[in-house]
C-alpha cells in the first residue's frame, strides 16, 4: 500500500479574503503588533475592537497577516467622520501589496456612505495613504516622560469626573471634535484609570482621561476652553499616577508643549494628521489638545 500524499496549495495573499475583527481576535492583533516591533497594547485593542469596526486578513499558516481599525463618528449610518488607526501588516508579508489592498477596502467602504476619513500617520505609513489620497493637514507632536509638577498653585478647578458628569461630557466632546463620540467617551469610565473635569462657576470648561497603556498613562482624550485649563487638567491627572505620562498634542499648541518639556516630557516623534474627502477636520482645535489615541482620532 502506498501513502498518498495530498497536495495542499497555498492561496496568493490577494485571494485572502478581509473579515470584519472582533473583541475575541484581540490577542492576534496584539501578536501583529509585536511581530511589527509595536508594543502588544492590549488594552488599547480592546477599546478599539469594541468602539469601533475592526478589518483583518487571516493568515492561513496561523494569525493575522494584516489589521487595521475603523472609528466610525455621527450617526450609524451615516458618519459623519472615521478615524482609521491600527494599520499592520505582519513583517513577513510586508511590501506585497497587502497594506494597499486592506487600505483600499477601508476607503472604499467609507465612499459607499461619503464618509469622509481621518488618521494620524507615522512616517512609514504616509505613503501608503498620499497614494490613495489622503493629505496632510496638520501634526502632532508624541511626547512622553515623568511629569514633575512645579507646585505652583493653578487657577483652575478640576475633579473627578461622576456618572452625572457624562451627558456634559458628550455634549462638549461633540462641540469641540465636531461629530458625536458617545459610544467612546461612555466607554471611558471604565476604559481610563482617571477621568477628570475642569470646572468654572459650576460650568465643564474641559475634561481629561488617563489611561493604562503598558508602562504608560496616555493623556487623552484632552478638551479644554484653554491651554491654562489644559495645563490644570495634565497636573491634576499627573497628581495621581506614578507612571510616566505620553501624549499627543496638536503641534499648534505650542505652549502646552513647551510647558510639558519643561516639566519632564520629551518629544518622541511625530504623526501627520490627514483627511480623506474633506479638506480640514471638523470642531475647534483650539480647544481640541490631544485625541483619545492617535488610532481613534
Ligand atoms: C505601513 C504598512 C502598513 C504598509 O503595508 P505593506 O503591505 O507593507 O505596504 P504595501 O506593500 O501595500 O505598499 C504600499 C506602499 O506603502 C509604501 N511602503 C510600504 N512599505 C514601505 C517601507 N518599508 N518604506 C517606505 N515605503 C513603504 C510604499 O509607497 C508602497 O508602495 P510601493 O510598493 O509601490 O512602493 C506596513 O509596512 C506596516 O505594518 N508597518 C508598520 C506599522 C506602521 O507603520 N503602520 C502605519 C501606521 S500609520
Known amino acids: 500500500m502506498s501513502d498518498s500524499l495530498t497536495c495542499v496549495s497555498t492561496p496568493s495573499l490577494a485571494d485572502l479574503p478581509i473579515r470584519r475583527l472582533t473583541p475575541r481576535d484581540l490577542i492576534a492583533c496584539a501578536d501583529l503588533s509585536q511581530d511589527r516591533g509595536w508594543p502588544r497594547e492590549e488594552h488599547k485593542w480592546g477599546l478599539l475592537l469594541a468602539a469601533g469596526k475592526g478589518y483583518g486578513i487571516d493568515d492561513p499558516h496561523g494569525g493575522l497577516v494584516s489589521a487595521c481599525v475603523v472609528t466610525q463618528y455621527g450617526t450609524e449610518y451615516r458618519p459623519d467622520l472615521s478615524a482609521i488607526g491600527m494599520v499592520l501588516v505582519a513583517e513577513r508579508h510586508a511590501r506585497q501589496g497587502v497594506g494597499r489592498r486592506l487600505m483600499r477596502h477601508v476607503v472604499a467602504e467609507s465612499g459607499a456612505t461619503a464618509t469622509p476619513l481621518t488618521l494620524y500617520a507615522t ?149 501627520a494628521v490627514m483627511t480623506h474627502g474633506i479638506p480640514d477636520l471638523p470642531g475647534d482645535w483650539t480647544r481640541r489638545f490631544a485625541p483619545v489615541t492617535v488610532a481613534a482620532g
Open 123 to 271: 512616517p512609514h505609513g504616509r505613503p501608503l495613504y498620499e497614494g490613495l489620497g489622503f493629505k496632510v493637514t496638520g501634526s502632532a507632536e508624541m511626547v512622553r516622560g515623568r511629569f514633575t509638577p512645579d507646585g505652583a498653585a493653578s487657577g483652575v478647578a478640576t475633579r473627578a469626573a461622576t456618572g452625572e458628569d457624562l451627558a456634559a461630557l458628550v455634549r462638549l466632546d461633540a462641540e469641540v471634535f465636531g461629530a458625536d463620540r458617545t459610544h467612546v467617551i461612555t466607554r471611558l469610565p471604565a476604559f481610563a484609570d482617571q477621568l477628570r473635569v475642569a470646572e468654572e462657576n459650576g460650568r465643564i470648561i474641559g475634561y481629561a482621561a488617563a489611561w493604562p497603556n503598558m508602562d504608560t498613562h496616555v493623556v487623552g482624550p484632552l478638551i479644554a476652553r484653554d491651554t491654562e485649563t489644559a495645563k490644570a487638567l495634565i497636573a491634576s491627572l499627573a497628581a495621581h499616577t506614578s507612571r510616566p505620562l505620553r501624549t499627543d498634542v496638536d503641534v499648534r499648541h505650542e505652549e502646552l508643549l513647551s510647558w510639558l518639556k519643561e516639566r519632564g516630557l520629551a518629544s518622541v516623534g511625530f504623526n
